[in-house]
């Protein structure tokens, strides 16, 4: 049975329990294993450069250490820490959520808006998605100004969500929207419905990705 492991690069439990209860769903129609962990030694949430510079090493071990048990890996933050060298280092697959996404939206040739924890994290974003060149699909982000922590356990997050998802369709043209931290992804259905445009989240784009090569 292929296994794919999902890596949440932060210490927050809840985080990895709503991935996994979100991706669980794919376990038993197609024959396949998705197991979703935290690394420990990571910092409760990953908001700055500080924190991703922190991870990087450790999402590198974490897929050294698991690298026999698994088929595939998915790194569940948003700003793909330790994917380059994780790529450079390991032949099996291996998923930035980041990177998927937004390859997904040029794929269905489709103006994305990303829905991001801190308006910190926007320049970066933007800096990535230039070196993906996919500029000419990005219309911009709105920041919730909240933590990983807020994304998955306030009970304003998803109102949040649908005003910053709105200014994105109707102020810049978004067609189609990125939730931009993993620990939205437990609001990705509630957002679509009330947007009224397909909503992303990255995680669940990087494992269907996964599945796809597994089955080629």
Not at 116 to 138: P, V
Not at 201 to 209: F, G, H, T
Request: negative net charge; contains cysteine; charged residues 25%.
């Amino acid at each position: 049975m292929p296994r794919i492991l999902v890596i949440n690069p932060n210490s927050n439990d809840l985080v990895t329990e709503k991935l996994q209860a979100s991706l669980g769903s794919y376990d038993p129609y197609l024959d396949l294993e998705v197991d979703c962990i935290s690394i420990e030694e990571g910092p409760f949430g990953i908001e700055t450069d500080a924190d991703i510079s922190l991870v990087e090493p450790l999402v590198v071990n974490k897929i050294n250490d698991e690298f026999s048990n698994y088929d595939a890996f998915v790194i569940a933050c948003y700003s793909d820490p330790g994917l380059s060298e994780s790529r450079r280092i390991f032949q099996k697959p291996i998923y930035g959520i980041h990177e998927a996404a937004v390859k997904l939206c040029s794929q269905l040739t489709l103006k994305f808006g990303v829905i991001a924890l801190g308006e910190d994290s926007i320049n970066r974003h933007a800096d990535y998605i230039k070196r993906l060149h996919l500029e000419q699909f990005y219309v911009g982000e709105e920041a919730l100004n909240i933590s990983v922590n807020q994304a998955v356990s306030a009970t304003n997050t998803l109102d949040k969500i649908i005003v910053s998802g709105h200014k994105l369709i109707k102020e810049k043209g978004a067609e189609i929207i990125i939730l931009g931290c993993a620990g939205m992804a437990k609001h990705r259905l509630s957002a679509e419905k009330e947007l009224g445009v397909r909503v992303i989240d990255p995680v669940q784009v990087s494992v269907e990705k996964a599945i796809e090569n597994i089955n080629e």
